[in-house]
């Protein structure tokens, strides 16, 4: 009985809401008639004042830089509160619950495909202002990495202090950062460094510089969750 | 000036990412950044809410660009006044908890008062903002910390209230973002004045729907009937602490928020009807259930969630009384409510369970703590000359300018059931006998003094109101005034 | 590609976004097991952003990403970064609140050895 309702209060959320986007359509420009968007002006400064080539990256970190902030300190609550939520004293910590250990081919491949990973994800942190990606991106594919890592061997550890200290240096580069863009009268977060030539690696000022924070940051966050999970003991008390 | 409106959001970050640094260093240093922080930041927030009652408001931009391209931060009467508010209430909260249960150990007490701060943080940023998605980031900010919070304590209720908090959550934040999408998609632009300039050019149906998404989401964040399911559990299940902030400060922010939407943004008047109409239910099964519960602080969360209600039906009546009364309730809700769990707390501070009947006697042991628990269930409930007795009068007044003589009528029933279900509280407390196997605890110098605080400042609005009708008639000014927010706002773009 | 099937495009992008954050909701509202609630919320989201991504799509459009050979970006149609951005923040926040609910899930698993929601209400609702 409760399934049907439920069914039902779907469909007819679904049909409204469908009904909304196919009024707006698809891949036609909708907005309202005399409206001039952000977008444009975003496409058009992102060359002229700051020579980035890439205008997701310059939206995520300069125009709405603020929004990135938020995100990471996000990301850097989600981890404090995984941390709170499964606190144990530090004698009942346990070691790794490991069903099957890995086989040969998952132990010698993933130590050849590792350091490929890392440079993976470190080119496209530091390329971000050049190319699609960008902190978040390089960050993931770092941690992809070390979970390879540490699925495949038992006894990898990496030093949860080291974790620690790499996240908040990284976090405060960010707000040291954005409040250094007070100096000379600017406003938070606004880009005090010359802006250099467009594709080149070091253009943009202040965005590489971010966005390699954020990419540091994004991997120590990741790989600190990972491995928090991963050392669960699997049992059942009150 | 000692500063700009964003270092209400960028000196908490930085503290928040070297905390865990400090911490390796002096133990005792993560307990007193974040005093230090809130110290400074209530400087700063007075000085600024004096600057902008003279010279009209502060906008600033971040990142230089000047809106609708960049996001900028507006520090007007209303915003400041409500910034101040949820700066004073963390202070209070730092102070009480600065040692308390399960916080003396180093562990917990880094994790909890990082998290206390971001609360406070992103509860400010959501006042602060001009941006609509910049308020999602900062209502998903809160919104974390509220769950790590409620799950503090390690036994297994507070994990369930948690879940069912988490579970609400994502919800609202999925129709939040869905409601931010709709409008995007006609007006391209995501800054709040913009907006509101713009908002005539929309098809209704678009409007209607969008408005629909966003009092879903934001109502479930702001405890109104049926969304609120989650607040009861969340709020018995959290330390006493961590309960005066949620009904102190993230709801009042996540008030602030529909009223934002509503007033300025949208501003249809249909949805004042609306916010009546949910209001009055939101406060009637508030009530009701508020008497039929043993557990000390589930009855403060109903009674919270009901109060809630009655500043929605003062915010429905959409006049300048209207609003300076429902801005004065916000402001006695805050601190009475405030008081009464952070009392509360310590008067059914050993047993598991929280009953009422486990509080009996208390008077005896705790006398100052029960006095002050007394002062506040006066006080909340409305009787003269305590300072809740003027925001009603204010709701009142309101009410009879407007001829809803029905909402009258329900005020005053509502009054009466609230005075049942307090004073039977205050009976058990001075006039049974303790039970034999409840222990008492005399509560520590700093929660005491906190708690005082607040005592102190009943009294004094209570004698003496207009200390604060001042700054309450500027800022219900400053929100009814839509054309000057966008004017504030706009006119940096030359 | 003509029009027609562009027109058919319309409908199936934004009915499998819908479809997929219905599914979502189904299984976030309907299961049992607290685990499937907690997929649910994930799939919910996904489906969201990729609803939001598709708003942006023009027709015949383009990267926006001014590399070498498109150093003019007015001759060639870009498509629009706006919502690209909004979604990449909003992956990051539906990741950490995941993360957060799969740890209530182990902590309640802990407590109560079994992971069905019926067994588990032990407050009031």
Known sequence: MKKFIVIILLAVLGGYTANIFFDIGFGEPHFVQGVKPVKDIYLSETVSNLNVSNTVTAIVVNFRGFDTLGEVTVLFLAVTALGSILYKRRHQVGKRSVMFSASSIVTSGSKLIFPAIVLLGAYVFIHGHLSPGGGFQGGVIIATGFLLMLLAYENFSIGHNALSIIESLAGITFAGVGLMGFIGGGTFLENFLPTGILNNLFSGGVIPIIYIAVGFKVAAELTGVIYTVLHEKGEVNE | MVGTPVLFVAIPLLAAFLIPLLGMIWKELVRIVPGLVLTYLLILSINLLNYVLVHGPIVEVIAGWVPPIGINLVFSAFSGFLVTLIIFLGFIVWLYSYRFKRNVDFEPAKKYFLLLMMLITGSVGIVLTGDIFNMFVFIEITGISGYALTAFYTGRNSAEASFKYIFLGSLASAFLLLAIMIIYSQLGTLNMADISSKIHLMKPVYKITSLIFFITALGIEAEIFPLNGWAPDAYTEAPGPVGAAFAGIVVKASVYAIIRYIYTIFDMSGSFDLLIILGMITLIVAETAAIRQNKLKRMLAYSSIGQMGLVFVAFGFGTEEGVFAALFLMFNHAIIKSLLFLSGSYLVYNSKDKFIHEASGMGKYLPITSFLFALGAFAIVGLPPFAGFWSKLAVLTAAADSHMLLIIALVLIVSVVELVYYLRVVNRIYFFKKEDHVQATRPSYNGMFAMLILGVIILVIGFYPDAITGILHKASADLMDKSKYIQDVLSLNQ | ?125
């Open chain 3, 1 to 125: 590609m003509n029009d027609s099937l562009f027109s058919l495009l319309n409908y199936g992008i934004y009915g499998t976004a819908i479809l997929v954050i219905l599914i979502g909701l189904y299984g976030a509202l309907v299961k049992k097991s607290l685990l499937k609630i907690v997929i649910g919320l994930s799939v919910i989201d996904s489906g969201l952003n990729f609803l939001i991504v598709a708003l942006d799509y023009y027709k015949g459009g383009t990267a926006p990403i001014f590399s070498l050979g498109y150093l003019n970006g007015t001759d060639k149609l870009m498509v629009d970064p706006v919502p690209q951005a909004l979604v990449l923040t909003a992956i990051v926040i539906g990741f950490g609140v995941t993360a957060v609910a799969l740890s209530l899930v182990i902590r309640l698993y802990r407590h109560h050895g079994t992971l069905n929601i019926d067994e588990i209400k032990d407050l009031k609702w």
